[in-house]
Each structure stands twice: as structure tokens, then as C-alpha cells.
């Protein structure tokens, strides 16, 4: 019997491997983002954009006045905070938590959002239109990224899977000041003074020991609603938010990673899933085949798949060499490359910055999805198929994360 159900398990393996591990939350993404883009260019395509961007009656007059916007100024935030959290956590007391731990992630990283944007430049020409695009490809998905990695399974080094995601950790670090530096207009004084305010009372009760959650809670909607009026964009009240979270309590045990470990589930399964449904969805008949060949969508996948992988590998291999920072302990130079080029998966940051970026013009924020959206998949599968033929690590258990 056994020996007769053997192919049809053999058959339904890969499947299943989809939905377990690191790979769940990003093959969870690349269905929402499909659904998205199915729905967008079928008869249901004007239900889609009535539903995300049609004005929510109830709330003319607010600065939020759409479902789209919920979930991009509300929802994200929440993201952006578990983002805060995580990078807290790993400072303080994680894999960034040392200088010789960060040396190598923080250089990879900062050539790895150099590199995209000097493609992208490149490849629109300098064109004004297109110029406040140029941090769009420079963003990696951690959930992404680490999913392609759970579909390998141990074959691919632990060394470098912890690589990836100390490198995706710090990306967001960049991607988070960039926003805040860049995309940020019309601040108001009054409602970023009353910010900082908060943040002061939430540092002191840092300090003081609070230690209960709702106080935390109350001061972090009020942050939030606070920046969304300052011209600082909402999401960064998320990640200051979280920089104010103590990590230890009284009773020894961490309310930071408490508050993580609770809220990173509904961020992974639900609040990112929603912003990629609600972002993905672009109507292709409307673009045509030129808006496929454009400019813009070239200029961001030409940086997901080519700038992210010469950015990263190339400053590892520098940094090899100079004797600044090793190389992933274990992985060849292939290997390195491989994931070097799954960096270059840019899903939910590049979406998010791409509305950023262009506000006022529907059509180049959809050809900015098209772009995300190819050079994320030929990262994806180009990373896969380069990891899938030349690693094989089933006993390596050496540095796996936390």
C-alpha cells in the first residue's frame, strides 16, 4: 500500500512544501498579487477600483477618505511598526547587535539600494517626469525573498539565509529614512512638534518602566494620527512607534518581543497580503503594449534584477577580499550570487514607494507595478533555478537564526 500511494505523495510534495516553513507568507503573496492582477483585467475590473478607490462617504472631509488609503497610511503602519520592532530587537540584542555582525549586511544593503537607483537613472535618462521614482527598485520583500528560500529547503546554506534576512532588515532601515527624507512635502509645523511630543512621552515611559501594553497602544494611535497630518508620511509613525518599546519588562521578560511575536503573524497572513491586493492589481488593456515597453517599468526591473544583484555581490566581494567583512561562512561564490539576485525581489516596499512616488499619475504608478512586478518574478525565478542546481547543504544546521 505504501509503495502504492508513493507517487502520489512524490506529486503533492512540492505542493505542500509550498505552505510550510519560511515559504508560506510568500507564496501567500504571489497568490493575492496574481488574484489582484486576474480580477483588475477581467469584467470585475471596475468593482476592484470602486472598492479601493471609490470615496468612502462617511469620511469626506478626513484625510483618509478611501479604502485604498486605510490600507496604505493605516494598515502599513501596523507593518511598519512589527518592521521597528524587528530591528530594535536585532540591534539591541539579535544579528545586527555588534559592529563585526554588522559590517557586512549594512555595506551589502547600501550597495544594494545604490546600485538599483543608479539603473534606474540610467535607464530613464535622466527624465524629470520620471526622477522621483529612483528609490522604487531599491527595496527588498523580506517574506518574498525568504519564501523562495523555504521552497529550497536546507539546501541552501544557513549562513546564507540568515544573510538575506539581516540584509532585508537593513534594507528596511534604508527604505524607511528614504521615505521619511524623500517623500516627504508640505510639513506642518504644529502637527510634527505634537509628534515629537509623543515620542517624548512614550521614550519616558520607556524609561519609567511602564510595563503594560495599552498605554503603549494609546500613545502609538495618537502618534499615528499626529504624523499622518505633519506632511511626514503615516507608516513612520509605525517605526518610531516601536523604537520606544521597551525590550525588557520588570518580570525579566521582553514586551517588545511579546508585542512581535504577536502582531508579526497578522502583518505576514494579513495586513501585507491586503496592501499587495490592493496595489498589485493593474489593468493591462489600459497600458497597452507601450506602457508594457516603457521607460519606467524597464527602469525598475532593469534594477530589481540586474542593479540589486551587482550592487551585493560585488560589495561582498570587495569586502572579501579587503579582509573588511567575510563572505556567509559555508556558501561558494555561486551561492552568494544566487542569493545576491533574490535581493532583487522588491514586492511590497517597491509598491508602497511607487504610490509615493508618482501621486498624481495613475498611469506611471501602474507602470511602476509592471516593472515591480516582472523584475521582482525574474529575480525569483532566476535566484531559484541558480540555487536549485548548484547547492545541496541538508546537514547544515551552523548559524541558523533565531
Keep these: 500500500m505504501a509503495n502504492k500511494n508513493l507517487p502520489l505523495r512524490s506529486v503533492f510534495a512540492p505542493v505542500r512544501a509550498l505552505f510550510v516553513s519560511d515559504a508560506s507568507a510568500g507564496v501567500l503573496l504571489i497568490l493575492v498579487a496574481a488574484a489582484a492582477m486576474v480580477i483588475a483585467n477581467s469584467d470585475l475590473a471596475s468593482a476592484y477600483e470602486e472598492l479601493f478607490h471609490g470615496t468612502i462617504s462617511v469620511l469626506v472631509g478626513f484625510k483618509l477618505d478611501t479604502l485604498h488609503l486605510w490600507v496604505n497610511d493605516g494598515l502599513m503602519a501596523i507593518f511598519f511598526f512589527v518592521v521597528g520592532l524587528e530591528v530594535k530587537r536585532e540591534v539591541v540584542c539579535g544579528q545586527l547587535a555588534t559592529p563585526e555582525q554588522r559590517r557586512l549586511p549594512v555595506l551589502a544593503a547600501f550597495a544594494g539600494m545604490a546600485a538599483p537607483a543608479a539603473f534606474y537613472i540610467f535607464f530613464t535618462a535622466g527624465d524629470p517626469k ?138 505576514a497572513y494579513a495586513i501585507v497580503p491586503i496592501f499587495g491586493f ?67 525581489i522588491g514586492f511590497t516596499m517597491s509598491l508602497f514607494i511607487g504610490e509615493l512616488a508618482f501621486p498624481d499619475y495613475r498611469v506611471l504608478i501602474d507602470e511602476a507595478k509592471i516593472g515591480i512586478l516582472s523584475g521582482s518574478i525574474i529575480s525569483a525565478v532566476v535566484g531559484y533555478v541558480i540555487l536549485r542546481l548548484t547547492t545541496e547543504h541538508p546537514d547544515d544546521h551552523s548559524a541558523d537564526p533565531d
Design 130 to 267: 520620471l526622477a522621483h521614482g529612483w528609490a522604487i527598485p531599491a527595496a527588498t520583500d523580506i517574506a518574498f525573498a525568504m519564501g523562495v528560500l523555504g521552497l529550497l529547503g536546507n539546501r541552501v546554506p544557513a549562513s546564507l539565509r540568515l544573510f538575506l534576512l539581516t540584509v532585508a532588515i537593513v534594507d528596511d532601515i534604508g527604505a524607511v529614512l528614504i521615505i521619511a527624507v524623500f517623500y516627504t512635502a508640505n510639513l506642518k509645523l504644529a502637527w510634527l512638534v505634537a509628534s515629537l511630543l509623543v515620542v517624548g512621552v512614550m521614550l519616558a515611559m520607556n524609561r519609567a518602566h511602564v510595563s503594560r501594553i495599552w498605554p503603549y497602544v494609546l500613545m502609538s494611535v495618537l502618534l499615528w494620527f499626529c504624523v499622518l497630518h505633519s506632511g511626514v508620511h503615516a507608516t513612520i509613525a509605525g517605526v518610531l512607534a516601536a523604537l520606544t518599546i521597551p525590550m525588557h519588562r520588570k518580570d525579566g521578560n521582553s514586551l517588545l518581543e511579546r508585542i512581535e511575536h504577536t502582531l508579526a503573524p497578522w502583518s
Design 278 to 344: 490592493a496595489n498589485a492589481g493593474v489593468d493591462l488593456r489600459d497600458i497597452g503594449l507601450d506602457g508594457l515597453v516603457a521607460p519606467l517599468p524597464l527602469a525598475i526591473a532593469a534594477g530589481l534584477a540586474m542593479g540589486k544583484q551587482v550592487g551585493i555581490f560585488s560589495s561582498i566581494v570587495v569586502a572579501d577580499w579587503l579582509g573588511f567583512a567575510k563572505r556567509p561562512k559555508g556558501a561558494s561564490w555561486t551561492e552568494i550570487w544566487g542569493v545576491s539576485i533574490l535581493c532583487g
